[in-house]
């Protein structure tokens, strides 16, 4: 078969389940049907987070990507792309809060003192606090990633095509970093690239001593990173660093 039949199918394939998943937003029963049919997508996202097998009715891990991939349904939109790719971002985001939330509260409940005849009083109320927390976090974080997507939006950039021009290999991903860090350490080169919304390219090959060929197609990734180091994104900052 022809690369350009098998393309073919697959877009095929992506419109119909594109079109079951708008309708599952009204239809109880598409909706069992499609997360049945697609556990086996669930748990492989689930499982490449938490390196070891999981298992339905066992691990939390699952109930939690099962619940985020719910979500996705609820909250997809054609523009989101294809519906797979954003929904194994819900459950990624899903199941690395599940796992941060767990750190916290034990690194949190080890100091209640055992002896103290208030116990399960600290122990609650602890407890709510972390959960308190953690929601504040949460709900930052959410507004950070709404205020950032409207922001890039300006600069025709979208969160799902970020993951394609993400640099993958270390050397790319070295030059990358260093073409940051020259324009953010260079006032007048960031204030140009935020007002223009574009790289100044011959600056940074002129200034780095790098072809352009080496890290344009990954200009709306370091353009991203740049505008998060220059904005006020406290949480999603911390992710980039």
């Not at 790719?85 to 034990?106: H, L, P």
């Not at 002129?206 to 072809?211: A, W």
């Amino acid at each position: 078969m022809q690369p350009a039949a098998i393309q073919d199918r697959v877009n095929v394939k992506n419109k119909q389940l594109e079109k079951l998943v708008l309708e599952s937003k009204d239809d109880k029963q598409k909706m069992n049907d499609l997360i049945e049919a697609y556990k086996p997508f669930i748990v492989s996202c689930a499982q490449k987070l938490s390196g070891k097998y999981l298992k339905y009715g066992s691990d939390d891990e699952l109930s939690v990507a099962m619940m985020a991939f719910v979500q996705a349904v609820y909250g997809y939109r054609t523009e989101n792309g294809e519906f797979l790719s954003y929904a194994s971002t819900v459950i990624r985001n899903s199941v690395i809060d599940y796992y941060r939330k767990q750190k916290s509260q034990e690194s949190k409940l080890v100091y209640i003192n055992n002896e103290d005849g208030e116990t399960e009083d600290k122990l609650e109320t602890q407890v709510s606090l972390v959960a308190y927390d953690e929601e504040k976090l949460r709900q930052e974080r959410l507004s950070e990633i709404q205020q950032l997507k409207d922001t890039l939006a300006k600069y025709d950039i979208n969160f799902f095509e970020l993951e394609k021009v993400c640099p993958k290999n270390k050397n790319t991903k070295k030059i990358c970093k260093e073409v940051i860090s020259y324009i953010k350490s260079n006032p007048d080169l960031i204030n140009q690239t935020l007002v223009n919304k574009s790289l100044p390219l011959a600056e940074i090959e002129e200034g780095l001593g790098i072809k352009r060929k080496k890290f344009e197609r990954h200009r709306k990734y370091i353009l991203a990173v740049l505008v998060i180091l220059a904005g006020d994104f406290p949480c999603l900052e911390e992710y980039v660093k």
